[in-house]
């Protein structure tokens, strides 16, 4: 039996995602941010994957 508490719950991870499993959540945050911030995310999460990713002349 679930609780108000896992109903409510589970209420929210239906709005959270779509159908093809998408979540909602980081779109909608997204486009909360100004353009300029969304720049800034943009360049923070480049800079991270570029520290994570091998060098390209590096075999």
Same mark, same amino acid.
Request: proline share 3%; hydrophobic share 40%; net charge negative.
């Given at each position: 039996?679930?609780?108000?508490?896992?109903?409510?719950? #589970?209420? !929210?991870?239906?709005?959270?995602?779509? *159908? =093809?499993?998408?979540?909602?959540?980081?779109? $909608?945050?997204?486009?909360?941010?100004?353009?300029? #911030?969304? !720049?800034?995310?943009?360049?923070?999460? *480049? =800079?991270?994957?570029?520290?994570?990713?091998? $060098?390209?002349?590096?075999?």
């Amino acid at each position: 039996m679930l609780t108000a508490a896992d109903q409510e719950l #589970e209420t !929210l991870n239906q709005k959270a995602f779509d *159908s =093809a499993g998408v979540d909602l959540t980081q779109i $909608d945050w997204m486009l909360s941010l100004t353009p300029y #911030e969304r !720049l800034q995310v943009l360049y923070e999460t *480049s =800079a991270s994957l570029a520290r994570l990713m091998p $060098d390209a002349d590096t075999d």
